[in-house]
């Protein structure tokens, strides 16, 4: 049984930074390729990052390009989202996701989930 526990949402002010974490068990984080989803209040589920089972290749929504980096521990079987230059759109849950099919932005390729952790941005 796999699982995924978030962790490191809160409330911060714009222009700040949060880093979300994300415990795997059950597998090795290095089984999957690992992606981070968000979604705000009356809005769909949106795509945020991808990390590939290496840890070699990343992908970005365009909306956090150069402001978030995915990356992960495969010691502490980890996955991480820092997220620097926060805005008040960031606002949302965010959802940590494995994929095992490979590195993908489409949320029905991911497999689990886990229960998501809240973000505020404040203007």
């Known amino acids: 049984q796999v699982q995924l526990v978030e962790s490191g949402g809160g409330l911060v002010q714009a222009g700040g930074s949060l880093r979300l974490s994300c415990v795997v068990s059950g597998r090795t984080v290095s089984s999957y390729a690992m992606g981070w989803f968000r979604q705000a209040p009356g809005k769909e589920r949106e795509f945020v990052a991808v990390?590939?089972?290496?840890?070699?290749?990343?992908t970005y929504a365009d909306s956090v390009k150069a402001r978030f980096t995915i990356s992960k521990d495969t010691a502490k079987n980890t996955v991480y989202l820092q997220m620097n230059s926060l805005k008040p759109e960031d606002t949302a849950v965010y959802y940590c996701a494995a994929s095992g099919l490979g590195i993908t932005i489409i949320s029905r390729s991911y497999a689990y989930w886990g229960q998501g952790t809240q973000v505020t941005v404040s203007s």
């Open positions: 990390i590939s089972r290496s840890g070699v290749s990343t």
